[in-house]
């Protein structure tokens, strides 16, 4: 008869198993974890040698299991779990967080190299389809670092720091690797000021309009004007728009930022001819929102200007986002008689292919291709190319990032129609844009009669 204790003592045990357990994948969790971390601390308390835990998060993971459903999301995460499992180094561990997020514990990684050789190796067995019957899939995987004791000696500041470097591979983009170091928590840290500074400019109306003229090649008459934002910071003077733009995107308030600038712009628009139009960039998040056209449409109808004075730009890569719902917002705004300009054109991905699916009014030519047409024969074909099918499409053209008389020249002949940059002017506020009015347009006009 076997003893009370060897009776009990699995039982005993099997609360703690699960406990530590993922249920979906069988991989340890948090709690696993936290107590691996714990073990090696103490066994090196004497000699405190360094060792890493890393985090993976799966990028773009949330569509496809919107796309695909949970069960499927369910079976990509089993696979991951699979592949890590099988292809951890001896006396690491693996582990399961919440949602899309695996975690390791590298006893054998010593250093940043070390630690970054090993993301991308997880990075390649990560990369490979995955099998969900009918279908296969691809996922990419961004990871965070951390190594004891020079990033933490204790449990949670060590996954507070991998965490920390897991959201700038983030940031970075998809498929990045990052270890904690000092440089990169301050970065962090400027990160997070710039936020908070953006948020309160957002809400303190502190975020102007800048105006760039579009002109009529022809003639150089002015046709209308593009709105750009600028900030100008108290305390961190001027803030690029190229960083806080996305900022406003990642943060989730790029609609109050967009919904402010289009007020302004359209209130400025209202002083100039009524034959002027104004262009106006939507972003991507924008046009993943369903409720994006009717904002829109609201703006102008509080301020007063027509919607067939508002051109708005959109990109390749926001058209591509989320297409049918884009598609909506396009045919919405349309209807209602803005015009839309597909801007960067020949930068981004299935030109041809949104050209034929998306109904646009214009095309704007990417300056990569405006800045190098007079010293390479590649990007003046590519121009000539673009003018070619888009008067094919009845589509009218603007040429970006004219800065010499002779690149205006030599678009002016090949055909183009409209060109934008510093040539014809830098982009100013509202107040100089009407100076700019004044001696450009207003004089231009009287002459055009007079003739």
């Given at each position: 008869m076997k003893s009370a204790e060897m009776l009990l003592g699995p039982v005993s045990q099997e609360p703690q198993a699960i406990a530590y357990t993922d249920p979906l994948t069988g991989l340890g969790n948090r709690h696993r974890m936290r107590e691996r971390t714990r073990q090696i601390s103490l066994e090196r308390a004497s000699d405190p040698a360094p060792f890493t835990i890393g985090i993976v998060n799966l990028d773009s993971f949330k569509p496809i299991n919107d796309l695909f459903g949970v069960e499927a999301g369910d079976e990509i995460l089993c696979q991951v779990a699979h592949r890590l499992r099988a292809c951890i180094p001896d006396g690491a561990t693996v582990t399961r967080h919440d949602g899309d997020e695996f975690a390791f514990v590298l006893p054998l990684v010593f250093e940043r190299l070390g630690a970054e050789k090993f993301g991308q190796m997880i990075r390649e067995v990560l990369s490979a389809p995955y099998d969900l019957g009918e279908r296969n899939v691809r996922l990419s995987a961004s990871f965070g670092f951390a190594i004891y004791p020079f990033a933490g000696e204790e449990f949670?500041?060590?996954?507070?720091?991998?965490?920390?470097?897991?959201?700038?591979?983030?940031?970075?983009?998809?498929?990045?690797?990052?270890?904690?170091?000092?440089?990169?928590?301050?970065?962090?840290?400027?990160?997070?000021?710039?936020?908070?500074?953006?948020?309160?400019?957002?809400?303190?109306?502190?975020?102007?309009?800048h105006f760039q003229p579009i002109v009529s090649l022809a003639n150089n008459m002015v046709l209308g004007f593009e709105a750009l934002a600028r900030w100008n910071d108290p305390d961190l003077g001027f803030v690029s728009p190229a960083v806080f733009v996305p900022l406003a995107e990642e943060r989730g308030f790029i609609d109050a930022l967009s919904e402010a600038l289009l007020r302004k712009a359209?209130?400025?628009?209202?002083?100039?001819?009524?034959?002027?139009?104004?262009?106006?960039?939507?972003?991507?998040?924008q046009l993943m929102d369903p409720g994006t056209s009717s904002s829109v449409l609201a703006i102008l109808a509080r301020v007063g200007l027509d919607p067939h004075r508002l051109e708005l730009e959109i990109t390749e890569t926001a058209v591509m986002s989320s297409a049918d719902?884009?598609?909506?917002?396009?045919?919405?705004?349309?209807?209602?008689?803005?015009?839309?300009?597909?801007?960067?054109?020949?930068?981004?991905?299935?030109?041809?292919?949104?050209?034929?699916?998306?109904?646009?009014?214009?095309?704007?030519?990417?300056?990569?291709?405006?800045?190098?047409?007079?010293?390479?024969?590649?990007?003046?074909?590519?121009?000539?190319?673009?003018?070619?099918?888009?008067?094919?499409l009845e589509l009218r053209v603007v040429a970006e990032g004219i800065e010499e008389h002779a690149e205006a020249e030599k678009l002016r002949a090949l055909g183009c129609a409209m060109g934008q940059g510093y040539y014809f002017g830098k982009p100013v506020d509202s107040v100089a844009t009407l100076r700019y009015l004044q001696d450009q347009y207003f004089e231009a006009a009287s002459e055009h009669e007079i003739a």
């Amino acid at each position: 008869m076997k003893s009370a204790e060897m009776l009990l003592g699995p039982v005993s045990q099997e609360p703690q198993a699960i406990a530590y357990t993922d249920p979906l994948t069988g991989l340890g969790n948090r709690h696993r974890m936290r107590e691996r971390t714990r073990q090696i601390s103490l066994e090196r308390a004497s000699d405190p040698a360094p060792f890493t835990i890393g985090i993976v998060n799966l990028d773009s993971f949330k569509p496809i299991n919107d796309l695909f459903g949970v069960e499927a999301g369910d079976e990509i995460l089993c696979q991951v779990a699979h592949r890590l499992r099988a292809c951890i180094p001896d006396g690491a561990t693996v582990t399961r967080h919440d949602g899309d997020e695996f975690a390791f514990v590298l006893p054998l990684v010593f250093e940043r190299l070390g630690a970054e050789k090993f993301g991308q190796m997880i990075r390649e067995v990560l990369s490979a389809p995955y099998d969900l019957g009918e279908r296969n899939v691809r996922l990419s995987a961004s990871f965070g670092f951390a190594i004891y004791p020079f990033a933490g000696e204790e449990f949670d500041d060590l996954l507070k720091n991998a965490e920390t470097a897991l959201y700038r591979s983030k940031r970075r983009g998809r498929g990045q690797i990052t270890v904690y170091s000092r440089e990169i928590a301050q970065e962090m840290k400027r990160a997070t000021q710039l936020e908070q500074a953006l948020r309160n400019a957002i809400i303190s109306d502190a975020i102007d309009v800048h105006f760039q003229p579009i002109v009529s090649l022809a003639n150089n008459m002015v046709l209308g004007f593009e709105a750009l934002a600028r900030w100008n910071d108290p305390d961190l003077g001027f803030v690029s728009p190229a960083v806080f733009v996305p900022l406003a995107e990642e943060r989730g308030f790029i609609d109050a930022l967009s919904e402010a600038l289009l007020r302004k712009a359209a209130e400025a628009a209202l002083s100039w001819p009524r034959d002027l139009f104004l262009s106006f960039n939507l972003s991507s998040a924008q046009l993943m929102d369903p409720g994006t056209s009717s904002s829109v449409l609201a703006i102008l109808a509080r301020v007063g200007l027509d919607p067939h004075r508002l051109e708005l730009e959109i990109t390749e890569t926001a058209v591509m986002s989320s297409a049918d719902t884009a598609q909506r917002i396009i045919a919405d705004l349309r209807a209602a008689g803005v015009r839309i300009s597909l801007d960067d054109f020949g930068t981004g991905q299935s030109s041809l292919g949104r050209l034929r699916e998306f109904i646009f009014d214009k095309v704007k030519i990417d300056r990569a291709f405006v800045s190098r047409m007079n010293t390479d024969r590649v990007s003046e074909h590519i121009i000539k190319a673009v003018l070619a099918m888009c008067e094919g499409l009845e589509l009218r053209v603007v040429a970006e990032g004219i800065e010499e008389h002779a690149e205006a020249e030599k678009l002016r002949a090949l055909g183009c129609a409209m060109g934008q940059g510093y040539y014809f002017g830098k982009p100013v506020d509202s107040v100089a844009t009407l100076r700019y009015l004044q001696d450009q347009y207003f004089e231009a006009a009287s002459e055009h009669e007079i003739a």
